[in-house]
């Protein structure tokens, strides 16, 4: 018989391998909460499931666990950067943060990326594989059981591109929104993606509350062509008009992250040119000085400057925040500490 990644089953799906196993259906609600509302990494943790049922269980579904390799644990601000093993020996990492309001993790969902931004480590050395919707939720699970605290934010801006792994992804956030596992409220949930608009619309479709957020980079198609490879495929004004659909069929209110580069993106001229492209839509943007990484020579432009860039759209109107940087003694970009371990 083939094996089941049980953990990513919703109960629906559980209860049918229950019956099929020749047990009553109550208890496929039983295991449900034991691997998504306890979140046990074995079997043998479930004490009111019978030893037959474990043992059955356990040949056919192993149970997906991964294993921590390291934590790096900011002195500032006590972000923590976590690298994973998972079965197959690949890692992957993620980022827990504290904030007045919660916990927020920022998860991976590809191991690797195939996407090519010009400015990001992650993409350096391709995609290996997606993620499970299972090992999407490890992270989560493992990082609220080492810190032993709920985690009540989640955001999907970690290594691997959302959209390139979409069924999986729906997958995994109906999981992670559901009142009988860790029940995290989908206005919580953050997903950021490059650009790929027939997803964007498609999520847009799912009418779900979790907010999308764009990565922009970029005020006119031939700038963020010069960034964003996925810019080939799909052009600027149909990434923001598939924004635009977003917003209508949820009623959330996009994010746009837009990484300053210092003489790439950052000019009046550029923002001058932003305002314009987001005219009348309710949005955030988000400017996240660009984080410098060893193979590719792009520079932060200073705090004053990206200041002022930020002034500029705020005179307009426009909501601006400029991304906190967390954690920034323990690792430099995304994807480098995954980088460093592979290399090593
Ligand atoms: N693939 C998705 C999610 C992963 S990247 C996406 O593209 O949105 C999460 C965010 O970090 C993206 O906005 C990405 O463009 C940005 N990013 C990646 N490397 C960066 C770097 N070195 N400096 C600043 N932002 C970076």
């Not at 609600?29 to 034991?34: S, T």
């Not at 847009?204 to 080939?232: D, F, G």
């Amino acid at each position: 018989m083939e094996q089941t990644d049980i953990k990513s089953l919703n109960l629906k799906e559980l209860t049918k391998v229950i019956e099929n196993l020749g047990e009553k259906s109550f208890r496929a609600k039983q295991i449900y909460e034991w691997l998504h509302k306890k979140q046990v990494s074995s079997y043998e943790e479930m004490t009111n499931i019978s030893k037959k049922l474990k043992e059955d269980l356990t040949i056919n579904y192993p149970l997906t666990v991964l294993k921590q390799v390291t934590v790096q644990v900011s002195k500032i601000d006590g972000t923590r950067k976590y690298l994973f093993a998972l079965s197959d020996g690949n890692v992957i990492e993620s980022v827990l943060m504290r904030y007045k309001h919660g916990n927020s993790v920022c998860i991976s969902s590809q191991v690797g990326c195939r996407m090519g931004c010009r400015f990001c480590a992650s993409t350096l050395d391709g995609k290996v594989r997606d993620l499970l919707p299972s090992e999407m939720l490890e992270q989560i699970y493992r990082i609220g059981a080492d810190i032993g605290e709920r985690v009540s934010n989640v955001v999907v801006m970690g290594t691997g591109e959302p959209m390139d792994n979409y069924e999986n992804l729906l997958k995994f956030l109906e999981l992670l929104t559901d009142e009988n596992g860790l029940n995290i409220s989908q206005r919580n949930v953050t997903v950021s993606t490059c650009g790929i608009v027939p997803k964007m619309r498609k999520l847009a479709e799912e009418k779900l509350q979790i907010t999308l957020a764009l990565s922009l980079h970029a005020s006119s198609q031939e700038k963020r062509l010069a960034l964003m490879p996925v810019a080939n495929k799909y052009e600027i004004h149909e990434v923001i008009d598939a924004c635009r659909y977003y917003f209508e069929k949820t009623g959330r209110r996009v994010t746009f992250e837009y990484s300053l580069v210092a003489g790439v993106n950052d000019t009046d001229e550029d923002a001058a040119e932003l305002l314009s492209l987001v005219r009348g839509m309710n949005c955030h943007i988000n400017l996240i000085p660009v984080n410098p990484i060893k193979e590719r020579d792009f520079v932060q432009p200073s705090h004053d400057h990206v200041l002022n860039f930020k002034n500029k759209l705020e005179k307009n109107g426009i909501n601006v925040t400029i991304r906190r940087e967390m954690g920034r003694d323990i690792d430099g970009a995304c994807g480098q500490l995954r980088k460093r371990y592979i290399e090593r």
